[in-house]
């Protein structure tokens, strides 16, 4: 399965957007994207007035793995150790979509032929939704990257963003991958170790309070939103069961309840729209945004941990200058680490502030960015969906009504053909309220024979107003006519009469009056 993006899916996609690409004299963006089963080829566009590019504009193709090797590259650089650098996008998923449409294939035969349609349909939007999130969070990197004062110059970005050729970087071998396991083992140990050392600033002690009291919220959150989006797309699964299954019914339904299961039908299958595009919403500006936050507070903690690390070590290196001291040995090159220990705490303590602040305001502009915009876009869904069924009410209670009017005209034509001693039957029967019309034919419900009673149509505007006007022709001399019924519950009234059988139709003469 292979996915390309079109201009409306990023547009869309660009409406979750923190709003980070604000330099105009650095702009990147991902236009274009090809996805061939695990591997997703993306377009990286720059446009970009800064002397230190050989172009003004240009194009490079990459792939996930080109993107990790410039996380990494970054985070091993001393020099931004005083930085959050951006979290790295996560790798492409596309399994869970798969594995849904292997298990579609299978069960393939214990479905109609509609329900099995409707829902490759809605695993095919899934797959896509998926593709177009993989796009996004690779952008939103980027352009972390691009806003930011620093590294925005690193030369690594620059060749990655530049360089029109494969970067050749390959992925990690299982040594790589063990070393880096080991690494983190290592540093949750050190961790554990030097959250020992005594703060020295309170503006970071309640930095590290408020991320790790504030990664766990988010992790809590994320997991909530996630089954709530789940919720949604089970439910819009569910209506599509329903609408089949109606739309099954009313096709071999002869009765007048043939309507109304059509109806119903085709209301289950739009809710299942609406709900479809409420899950979809939710999972771009609530869930996407706080599984981002959970990395970027990460990122922040990361800061935090080099920072701790330096003060560590900037404490070690005052015992083992009082060590040389006291020893009188190596006090010189005790006293050079010891400064340069300082010097490297105090940048990454100057840069962290700057940097966490930075976060702050961020994390505000993102939150409430897409919470207003998810909030209009609930109201507007409900909105939709109060309208599809009140929309569906109406129209049944107007399909009632039209109905229980069938009925009584059904018994005017009894008392008529009681009137005449002989039966009458609808040949043709067609009634209109509003701008619904209902035919019956002879194979209809409907059915008094030996005698007919043709071109009767029924009128309404209003429950109150009812006209019913027809002509009835018998099978015989003379038995033809017209009749009237101004309201629906005045008596018939004859129009027009054929001579003969003078008995009966003076007798439904006086029956009208």
């Known amino acids: 399965m292979s996915s390309t993006l079109d201009e409306n899916?990023?547009?869309?996609?660009?409406?979750?957007s923190v709003d980070l690409n604000n330099d105009a004299s650095l702009l990147i963006d991902i236009p274009d994207a090809l996805c061939e089963r695990d591997k997703v080829k993306f377009t990286v566009h720059t446009k970009t007035t800064l002397s230190s590019f050989q172009k003004p504009e240009f194009s490079v193709?990459?792939?996930?793995?080109?993107?990790?090797?410039?996380?990494?590259?970054?985070?091993?650089?001393?020099?931004?150790a005083g930085l959050i650098i951006p979290p790295a996008p996560p790798k492409p998923d596309f399994e869970s979509p798969r594995e849904k449409m292997h298990k579609l294939g299978e069960g393939e035969a214990t479905m109609t032929k509609e329900e099995y349609t409707k829902m490759k349909q809605e695993l095919e939007a899934e797959y896509l939704a998926v593709f177009k999130k993989t796009v996004q969070v690779h952008e939103i990197f980027l352009q972390r990257l691009s806003s930011h004062p620093i590294l925005s110059k690193d030369r690594n970005f620059q060749i990655f963003l530049e360089y029109d050729q494969d970067l050749s970087v390959r992925r990690k071998n299982a040594k790589e991958m063990f070393g880096g396991f080991f690494k983190n083992m290592v540093k949750s140990a050190d961790e554990v170790l030097i959250s020992g050392v005594k703060e020295v600033d309170d503006f970071f002690e309640q930095e590290k309070t408020f991320l790790l009291d504030y990664f766990s919220k988010i992790k809590d959150s994320t997991a909530k939103a996630e089954?709530?989006?789940?919720a949604h797309k089970n439910i819009a699964d569910d209506y599509i069961h329903l609408s089949a299954t109606l739309n099954t019914i009313s096709a071999e339904d002869t009765t007048a309840n043939k309507k109304h299961l059509e109806k119903l039908s085709?209301?289950?299958?739009?809710?299942?729209?609406?709900?479809?595009?409420?899950?979809?919403?939710?999972?771009?500006?609530?869930?996407?945004l706080l599984r981002y936050y959970m990395r970027d507070i990460q990122a922040a903690k990361d800061l935090l941990y080099r920072r701790a690390r330096a003060l560590a070590d900037y404490e070690n290196s005052n015992k083992a200058l009082d060590k040389a001291r006291l020893k009188s040995k190596d006090i010189a090159q005790a006293e050079e680490h010891q400064q340069h220990c300082l010097q490297k705490f105090d940048k990454l303590s100057e840069s962290g502030k700057r940097e966490l602040t930075g976060f702050k305001g961020r994390r505000v502009v993102a939150f409430r960015k897409n919470l207003i915009e998810m909030a209009e876009l609930e109201i507007k869904h409900a909105k939709n969906n109060v309208a599809l069924l009140q929309g569906c009410i109406d129209l049944l209670k107007r399909v009632g009504y039209t109905f229980q009017t069938l009925h009584k005209t059904k018994c005017l034509v009894r008392r008529m053909s009681s009137c005449l001693q002989s039966p009458l039957s609808f040949d043709h029967l067609c009634l209109t309220e509003n701008s619904d019309s209902y035919v019956f034919g002879p194979s209809k419900r409907l059915q008094l024979p030996p005698r007919?009673?043709?071109?009767?149509?029924?009128?309404?505007?209003?429950?109150?107003?009812?006209?019913?006007?027809?002509?009835?022709?018998?099978?015989?001399?003379?038995?033809s006519g017209q009749l009237e019924v101004p309201r629906l519950h005045s008596r018939p009234r004859i129009l027009q009469r054929s001579e003969g059988e003078g008995d009966q139709w003076k007798k439904e003469a006086t029956l009208a009056e």
């Open 452 to 479: 007919s009673l043709s071109g009767l149509s029924v009128h309404s505007s209003q429950s109150e107003a009812l006209s019913v006007r027809g002509s009835y022709v018998g099978h015989g001399a003379n038995t």
């Open 61 to 80: 193709p990459r792939q996930h793995e080109d993107f990790i090797w410039l996380h990494d590259t970054l985070v091993e650089t001393e020099d931004y």
């Open 9 to 16: 899916s990023k547009e869309k996609m660009r409406s979750v």
């Open 266 to 288: 085709d209301l289950f299958e739009k809710l299942r729209k609406v709900e479809g595009r409420v899950a979809s919403d939710q999972e771009l500006k609530l869930t996407e």
């Open 227 to 230: 089954k709530m989006t789940r």
